[in-house]
């Protein structure tokens, strides 16, 4: 079955930086794009960004760009999200998911907190 | 970006009830529609995809449609399982954006 595990979350400081890992298993990884989606506590879902199955295609929400990197690794089977330059309002749950063959985000992981805050 | 527009925010139901929640998208996209559920401490959980299509395991009481800029998702016959907080989403361009989301609670 297909399982997305996320870790690396915590607290830090504004400014600094943090980086979060989803091991997932189940499923050929290297067919599906995936993404990270976030959500601030007690709000709704943000998506974050995106890579190709390749990790040649790249996007990002206009919130993180700059400061967030997006890469995966095939043979540990793992996506990645490097976060620098915190803020504040980067503080949320942050799950990783893939994305379908019809672009939906078809399996989640259960998240990982980062919370960012002095 | 593609702003999406759930109604209501919130809603109470009573077990056995029908109820229908409508997501409107800012321009017209065809059927790049999305709906899941999230329950509290929970991932989200995908229920639709392409507006219409039952996800593998989902329960046959739930089912979308529409297409365009006006979605709905249905329930029907409510179970105590299916109170939560329903969101939709656009798949059609980056960014990917999701309503506002709708609570339905028990009446």
């Known amino acids: 079955q297909v399982q997305l595990v996320e870790s690396g979350g915590g607290l830090v400081k504004p400014g600094g930086s943090l980086r979060l890992s989803c091991a997932a298993s189940?499923?050929?990884?290297?067919?599906?794009?995936m993404s990270w989606i976030r959500q601030a506590p007690g709000k709704g879902l943000e998506w974050v960004s995106y890579i190709s199955s390749s990790g040649s295609i790249l996007y990002y929400a206009d919130s993180v760009k700059g400061r967030f990197t997006i890469s995966r690794d095939t043979a540990k089977n793992s996506l990645y999200l490097e976060m620098n330059s915190l803020r504040a309002e980067d503080t949320a749950v942050y799950y990783c998911?893939?994305?379908?063959?019809?672009?939906?985000?078809?399996?989640w992981g259960q998240g990982t907190l980062v919370t960012v805050s002095s | 970006d593609i702003q999406m527009t759930q109604s209501p925010s919130s809603l109470s139901a009573s077990v056995g009830d029908r109820v229908t929640i409508t997501c409107r998208a800012s321009q017209s996209f065809s059927r790049y529609l999305n709906w899941y559920q999230q329950k509290p401490g929970k991932a989200p959980k995908l229920l639709i995809y392409?507006?219409?299509s039952l996800q593998s395991g989902v329960p046959s009481r739930f089912s979308g449609s529409g297409s365009g800029t006006d979605f709905t998702l249905t329930i029907n016959s409510l179970q105590p399982e299916d109170f939560a907080t329903y969101y939709c989403q656009q798949s059609y361009s980056t960014p990917y954006t999701f309503g506002q989301g709708t609570k339905l609670e028990i009446k």
């Open positions: 998911a893939r994305k379908g063959y019809n672009a939906e985000f078809d399996y």
């Open positions: 392409a507006a219409s």
């Open positions: 189940g499923y050929i990884f290297s067919d599906y794009y």
